[in-house]
């Protein structure tokens, strides 16, 4: 999915004093540094641990032992008979057990335990989309106010090129004075303009960069790729289309169906507990007697003849455990309703974000068009304006009327532009 905004401004190499980054390097950065992925990794690296102990649990356990125990007064001899005598005792021991039925527990816990870790695996993922839509969120805000401040700069262009011939005229005495004051004051207000949209601009450059978590950006700035070209070829999905594809495909989907799958798990390994318990196990032991005041046999000795070996089996049968069973049953159920009911939730939140998404683009895109149009008759209005203002037939407040209206239209077309390719972006990512 990230391929699909990648593939939208991907674009020429850096250039300029300014570190400047490309939309994929942006995200490639913001992925790399944000801390909440970070602890969604460190997650699911503990679900894959406890998956892992889950399979584990199926082998055999081996523990040794050793004891050391001192007697004062009786103690019992190897003769198995009490004797007033102070003795010391040395106890070895090794001992293996394997369950070898319990009710399919430890196949279910399997079971649960690797579909937790496949809903955390989701999780990253999502996190993954939303950083991702954030960075180009705000990547296209820079590119806006990049936009707003270049219309800026060229309407303050034109005023200056006015002033300039009005200058040339007031000078030759064909124009008096006063004609240059009305321009003056609208050289002034564009200014102003151009200030407003430079610090806007810094301040989408400070989001981008603080989205990224970069510890410098005094220096920061993006390449501008070419948005028109991708909004022409670029198709309008219909919801119903999106949204069939995203529950096949979404991360956030996934989740809730392997959380699901979880809890389902979590029932069976409850009603586990009503079957019996059997296990296996083995045990082998040797021991070291002393007494006092008694002739002992050395260690080695008593280690080889003392030794003792068993085997045995263990059935555990529950037949009455103050109704926790039951109870634990019962949470479990409760636990997978809910489980269905979050599923719910998240498959309603989706298409709800789908239907925004495609009405906010016809919307976009609908402005756009109509934007474009208000371009075309706001420039020849403009166009005549100044015709008028340098033959004399006008004056400097009708030409800066004509301007604003060109300005305010130019705007709207870039606000439109971009928000309609955002739009479609947005409808791009929820079904991949």
């Given at each position: 999915m990230r391929q699909i905004i990648i593939a939208l401004f991907l674009t020429i190499s850096l250039t300029g004093m300014a570190q400047q980054y490309t939309l994929k390097e942006c995200i490639e950065i913001a992925l790399q540094n944000n801390r909440t992925i970070k602890q969604q990794e460190l997650n699911r690296v503990q679900r894959k641990i406890a998956y892992t102990q889950a399979r584990n649990d199926l082998l055999p356990s081996l523990n040794a032992q050793a004891g050391q125990n001192f007697i004062f007064g009786r103690s019992i001899g190897l003769d198995n008979i009490y004797q007033n005598t102070n003795s010391a005792q040395t106890s070895f021991g090794l001992g293996a057990d394997i369950t070898l039925f319990d009710g399919l527990r430890m196949k279910h816990n399997i079971d649960?335990?690797?579909?937790?870790?496949?809903?955390?695996?989701?999780?990253?993922?999502?996190?993954?989309?939303?950083?991702?839509?954030?960075?180009?969120?705000?990547?296209?805000?820079?590119?806006?106010?990049?936009?707003?401040?270049?219309?800026?700069?060229?309407?303050?262009?034109?005023?200056?090129?006015?002033?300039?011939?009005?200058?040339?005229?007031?000078?030759?005495?064909?124009?008096?004075?006063?004609?240059?004051?009305?321009?003056?004051?609208?050289?002034?207000?564009?200014?102003?303009?151009?200030?407003?949209?430079?610090?806007?601009?810094?301040?989408?450059?400070?989001?981008?960069?603080?989205?990224?978590?970069?510890?410098?950006?005094?220096?920061?700035?993006?390449?501008?790729?070419?948005?028109?070209?991708?909004?022409?070829?670029?198709m309008l999905l219909s919801p119903t289309d999106v949204y069939r594809q995203a529950l096949m495909v979404r991360p956030e989907i996934r989740a809730s169906e392997y959380r699901l799958k979880s809890s389902e798990k979590g029932v069976l390994m409850a009603k586990s507990q009503l079957y019996p318990t059997l296990s296996f196990g083995a045990n082998m032991g040797t021991g070291y007697y002393k007494m006092s005041e008694r002739p002992n046999d050395p260690f080695s000795s008593q280690f080889r003849n003392n030794m003792s070996?068993?085997?045995?089996?263990?059935?555990?049968?529950?037949?009455?455990?103050?109704?926790?069973?039951?109870?634990?049953?019962?949470?479990?159920?409760?636990?997978?309703?809910?489980?269905?009911?979050?599923?719910?939730?998240?498959?309603?939140?989706?298409?709800?974000?789908?239907?925004?998404?495609?009405?906010?683009?016809?919307?976009?895109?609908?402005?756009?068009?109509?934007?474009?149009?208000?371009?075309?008759?706001?420039?020849?209005?403009?166009?005549?304006?100044?015709?008028?203002?340098?033959?004399?037939?006008?004056?400097?407040?009708?030409?800066?009327?004509?301007?604003?209206?060109?300005?305010?239209?130019?705007?709207?077309?870039?606000?439109?532009?971009?928000?309609?390719?955002?739009?479609?972006?947005?409808?791009?990512?929820?079904?991949?």
């Amino acid at each position: 999915m990230r391929q699909i905004i990648i593939a939208l401004f991907l674009t020429i190499s850096l250039t300029g004093m300014a570190q400047q980054y490309t939309l994929k390097e942006c995200i490639e950065i913001a992925l790399q540094n944000n801390r909440t992925i970070k602890q969604q990794e460190l997650n699911r690296v503990q679900r894959k641990i406890a998956y892992t102990q889950a399979r584990n649990d199926l082998l055999p356990s081996l523990n040794a032992q050793a004891g050391q125990n001192f007697i004062f007064g009786r103690s019992i001899g190897l003769d198995n008979i009490y004797q007033n005598t102070n003795s010391a005792q040395t106890s070895f021991g090794l001992g293996a057990d394997i369950t070898l039925f319990d009710g399919l527990r430890m196949k279910h816990n399997i079971d649960a335990k690797r579909a937790d870790l496949s809903a955390a695996e989701a999780d990253v993922e999502r996190f993954k989309d939303d950083i991702e839509m954030s960075v180009a969120t705000a990547f296209l805000q820079v590119l806006l106010q990049k936009e707003l401040l270049q219309i800026a700069n060229e309407q303050l262009a034109l005023t200056e090129e006015n002033i300039f011939r009005r200058n040339e005229l007031i000078q030759s005495g064909k124009m008096a004075e006063g004609e240059i004051y009305e321009l003056e004051a609208q050289r002034a207000r564009e200014e102003q303009n151009r200030v407003q949209a430079e610090s806007n601009l810094k301040l989408a450059l400070l989001d981008l960069a603080q989205i990224m978590e970069l510890d410098d950006f005094s220096s920061f700035d993006v390449i501008v790729p070419p948005v028109e070209e991708i909004i022409k070829n670029e198709m309008l999905l219909s919801p119903t289309d999106v949204y069939r594809q995203a529950l096949m495909v979404r991360p956030e989907i996934r989740a809730s169906e392997y959380r699901l799958k979880s809890s389902e798990k979590g029932v069976l390994m409850a009603k586990s507990q009503l079957y019996p318990t059997l296990s296996f196990g083995a045990n082998m032991g040797t021991g070291y007697y002393k007494m006092s005041e008694r002739p002992n046999d050395p260690f080695s000795s008593q280690f080889r003849n003392n030794m003792s070996n068993a085997l045995g089996f263990s059935l555990r049968i529950p037949i009455f455990n103050r109704f926790q069973t039951r109870n634990n049953i019962r949470t479990a159920e409760l636990a997978v309703e809910n489980s269905r009911i979050e599923m719910d939730k998240v498959k309603i939140e989706l298409r709800k974000r789908i239907e925004q998404a495609f009405h906010n683009a016809v919307g976009a895109q609908s402005k756009w068009k109509a934007t474009q149009k208000s371009e075309k008759a706001s420039r020849e209005a403009f166009r005549f304006a100044q015709e008028k203002f340098d033959t004399g037939r006008a004056n400097a407040y009708e030409l800066f009327q004509a301007k604003s209206n060109l300005t305010q239209v130019l705007s709207e077309q870039a606000q439109a532009k971009y928000e309609y390719a955002f739009r479609l972006k947005i409808l791009e990512m929820l079904k991949e």
